[in-house]
């Protein structure tokens, strides 16, 4: 049975877990209109712990113009 969505919600967390220290969980909403958009945006981003401090803040200020856009 095919199903369509209207969304994809995507989720991460960062920190050592419960037992070692704090967590921190984000989430993020795509309209599924607008996914492929948001995949050619976000090529070549794999994992964010690789991405020196520049590039990072590179990426947020990248992200934040997307939100903006209403992407």
Do not use: C, H
């Amino acid at each position: 049975m095919k199903k369509d969505f209207e969304y994809l919600i995507g989720i991460d967390e960062v920190g050592r877990g419960p037992l070692a220290g704090p967590v921190a969980v984000g989430a993020f909403l795509i309209p599924v209109s607008n996914l492929m958009k948001a995949r050619r945006l976000f090529r070549g981003v794999k994992e964010s712990k690789q991405l020196s401090v520049k590039k990072r803040e590179k990426w947020f200020t990248v992200i934040q113009n997307a939100r903006k856009e209403g992407l």
